[in-house]
């Protein structure tokens, strides 16, 4: 069964607004998640790291300002994409570890209109 | 030192055939090297994964071969279904809470 659950799966959202996607690992604690964007046919790329308790880890040239992330407790962290355009639209996946596998949640499409 | 190059990017192969892809990484610390599955508009799903310590590591028609001289890793599909077709990621990792470094990703159709 799913270790790793996102949601939502799918989310339409207006330009100028902003649309928070949930990341829970079931029924473990994970310390730590990955926030991964993917483009079509691209593999996976991290935008961030999220620890439980302090301030994401942002790589470069992923605007922290534009992607919000909290992990407020050892089983959450959300992704919040601020003031969205459609250059924002693509699948966005968390993963997190239980007993030193990772492993990725169901993603989420966001198609910013 | 991060990389992680993945051959082939796309692979057909007949039902009931094997199909094999393969990785090559730098970075010598790495100690947790996974595959993934991929289907549409999903997230990658983990199928096997083997540490440094094994050469070999099978499960079900999955297999991984490792060789650490050589800084590669393949994954192995035996008895290849349609149900097979999907994208394969090969990734690789330090230690534990660390980040994935993934491979580029491998197109597999498996033909009726």
């Known amino acids: 069964g799913a270790v790793v659950s996102q949601h939502p799966s799918w989310v339409i959202c207006k330009s100028g607004t902003s649309v928070k996607i949930e990341c829970r690992s079931l029924d473990f604690q994970a310390t730590t998640m990955f926030w991964y964007r993917q483009f079509p046919k691209q593999s996976l790329m991290l935008m961030a790291t999220?620890?439980?308790?302090?301030?994401?880890?942002?790589e470069q040239g992923v605007e922290k300002d534009k992607f919000l992330i909290n992990h407020a407790s050892l089983t959450l962290s959300t992704l919040t994409v601020t003031s969205a355009h459609p250059e924002d639209s693509s699948f966005y996946i968390c993963?997190?570890?239980?007993?030193?596998?990772?492993?990725f949640g169901q993603g989420t499409r966001l198609t910013v209109v | 030192q991060q990389q992680v190059k993945q051959s082939p990017q796309s692979l057909i192969v007949q039902k009931g055939g094997i199909s094999i892809i393969n990785c090559a990484y730098e970075?010598?610390?790495?100690?947790?090297f996974p595959w993934y599955q991929q289907f549409p508009g999903k997230g990658p799903a983990l199928l096997i994964a083997?540490?440094?310590?094994?050469s070999e590591k099978k499960e079900g028609r999955f297999t991984i071969s490792f060789n650490k001289s050589a800084k590669q890793f393949s994954l192995h599909i035996m008895d290849s279904q349609p149900g097979d077709s999907a994208t394969y990621f090969c990734a690789a990792r330090r230690a534990s809470g660390s980040r994935l470094t993934f491979g580029e990703g491998t197109q597999l159709t498996v033909n009726p």
């Open positions: 999220s620890n439980e308790g302090s301030k994401a880890t942002y």
């Open positions: 993963s997190a570890e239980r007993l030193a596998e990772a492993f």
């Open positions: 970075n010598t610390a790495f100690d947790y």
């Open positions: 083997i540490r440094p310590d094994v």
